[in-house]
Structure formats: C-alpha cells, structure tokens
C-alpha cells in the first residue's frame, strides 16, 4: 500500500515513516499542505495520515476540499488536538479515523490495516483464499494449516494483489504499492519478488500477463 504522510513534525515523522516502511509499504512524506496537493495531483495513494496544524494552514479545510473534489482515499487525522469536539470536526469533516498524538506507533499500523481493509470490503483481518487462510493483522498467512513465512515485502505485494483478486496489475502498480517517490527501483525488482512470491505460494497462484502485469488466481 502506498501511502501520504502529512505531518511538519520531523521527529514524528520520522517516527512514522520508519514504522511504514517496516511493515512493507511505501511511503511519501510531505510537511506542508501546499505539497500534499502536489503529491495526490500525480500519484495515486491508499491511504492519507494528517495532521491538523500545518504550516500553511489547517488540515480540516483540506481534507473538506479533498472530500468535495471526490476523494475517496481513507484518511486518518494524527493530531495533539484531543477534545471531543475536535474529533467530531474530524469525523464529519470526512476522516476515517482519529488518532490524538502522542500514539504508540504500534497502534496506528493496526488503525491503518483496520481501515485499509474496511475500504477493501472485508473488514474481518481472516480472510480465506483458495487453499490459504490469511490473518492480514498479524500478517500470518497458512496453506492447508501449515504456516508460510514471507518477508515484509512480499506482503506488501501479496496484499497489492489481493486487493483485485483476478484483475491484472501492471509493474507500474506494483512498483507504486511498494516503493516510494523518487526510490531507487532495480528494472527487474517486481519479478524477483513475484518469483519469490510464487515459490512460496504455488506458480500457479500468480499468472504472468506478459508485456501488461500480474494477476492473483486460483479463490
């Protein structure tokens, strides 16, 4: 999942960033709200973490604007604003979730997987496909009750590719799911993580559209 992280704080940030990265996503950190617009003009992104006190202006209007324009990208507000009126703002304002700072970084990579998954239309974290069974929380994946172990990586993709189970993904996609803007990527990078991939699941799991992407089989 390739997310937007807006937030001035360089220490938070920071933080932050490290805690995406770690669990396999990308991400693109931006301080000012001026740069937020940039960044979602020409990319797309899963999610959007805001804070609400920017340097050039306050996250509410933003994140109403984003909403009357059609966005529909969750959003979770991070913020040191902690009165029930400020959640409401928030809430109604079009935000998915509300996390009041400080936070254990632990936490908002649940909220962001509980609310990825409620955006992808299974808000259970076990899912079942095909012969596995799949704990995205706690990033436990089991064929026929035996585990499988993948890297973070090769959850990033697995889950790129069961958010369109049967619809293909081009390399392009993948490669935004998985890496951040302006990340040095190697030209043959996606298939060795699809190669790895496929040893671990079964080839036939995954089909190779060559010239055009990838696609998941086989629910």
Known sequence: MRILLIEDDAVLGGAVQDQIVAGGHSVDWVKRLDDAEVAL?????????LDLMLPDGRGLPFLTALRAAGGTQPVIIMTALDQVSDRIAGLNAGADDYLVKPFDLAELS???GSVARRYNGNPSPIVSYGPFQIDVAERNIAKDGKAIALTAREWALLEALLARPGRLM????LEDHLYAFGAEIESNTIEVHISRLRKKLGAEMIVTER????????A
């Open 41 to 49: 003009a020409g990319t797309e992104y899963q999610l959007i973490l």
């Open 110 to 112: 649940a909220r962001i």
């Open 170 to 173: 081009s390399k392009a996609q």
């Open 211 to 218: 010239g055009l992407g990838y696609r998941m089989v086989g």
